[in-house]
């Protein structure tokens, strides 16, 4: 797995500028209620996710070989308790990818995640879980050591893949996902909010291109166990 040099926001000058995250975003996250939170949700976080998702999905395809398609988290089953992060997706599938591996960049209330996931809908989870204590070896290699692991898309918790290579934390959290239904897989960066990364919103851009470069592998690994959808 390997880190581009630079960042390919080729088509920056062609395509809508993205000017990045400020404050009032992650606070959106502190507003009590579902309907008043949602409305912050769409007034103010979801353009800029769908921004994301028109700027990244280009370069995205490109890098997987297949056609990747932006999916905004629309929090539709929610009757009661509001979200406590919101995300773009994306995958193969242009009608979802919750059952697909796939990339997510999104907020909680802390910070912003970039990363790759495999949740527990995933039919073939088991399938990567193997492939990936076969070469566990190699990810742990290859993985840079500030980027974090979690087991749980929806808590903010996750372990840095330093601390996780070396006490076997890596390889019992794949051991779980093989063998538990609702476990998950999730690996990627986090930016604190309040971090200056986040108001550059070009830079933020070619941030997110190279991290999913590095977790390419992944995705390739996770993409080939299963069948095609």
Aim: proline share 6%; charged share 25%; aromatic share 8%.
């Amino acid at each position: 797995m390997t880190t581009p040099s630079a960042p390919a926001a080729h088509a920056a000058g062609t395509l809508r500028r993205f000017d990045g995250f400020a404050a009032a975003d992650f606070d959106v996250f502190a507003i009590p209620g579902l309907e008043a939170r949602m409305s912050a949700l769409i007034e103010r976080v979801r353009p800029k996710l769908t921004l994301l998702g028109e700027r990244l999905a280009p370069a995205l395809s490109a890098m997987c070989g297949e056609e990747m398609f932006p999916h905004v988290a629309k929090h539709a089953r929610r009757t009661v308790h509001p979200p406590n992060d919101t995300w773009v997706a994306f995958s193969a599938n242009k009608r979802g990818y919750k059952a697909l591996p796939h990339f997510q960049i999104g907020l909680f209330e802390s910070h912003l995640f970039i990363q790759f996931a495999v949740i527990y809908e995933a039919p073939d989870k088991a399938a990567f879980a193997r492939r990936a204590l076969a070469s566990l070896a190699d990810i742990a290699r290859a993985i840079p050591d500030h980027y974090v692991w979690s087991g749980d898309h929806t808590v903010a918790q996750s372990t840095p893949h330093g601390e996780m290579k070396n006490d076997g934390g890596l390889a019992r959290l794949f051991e779980r996902l093989a063998s538990v239904k609702a476990a998950e897989v999730l690996c990627g960066i986090e930016i604190r909010r309040g971090d200056e990364r986040l108001r550059d919103g070009e830079a933020l851009i070619g941030l997110a291109e190279q991290t999913f470069e590095t977790l390419l592998p992944l995705y390739r690994m996770a993409r080939s166990a299963g069948s095609a959808v």
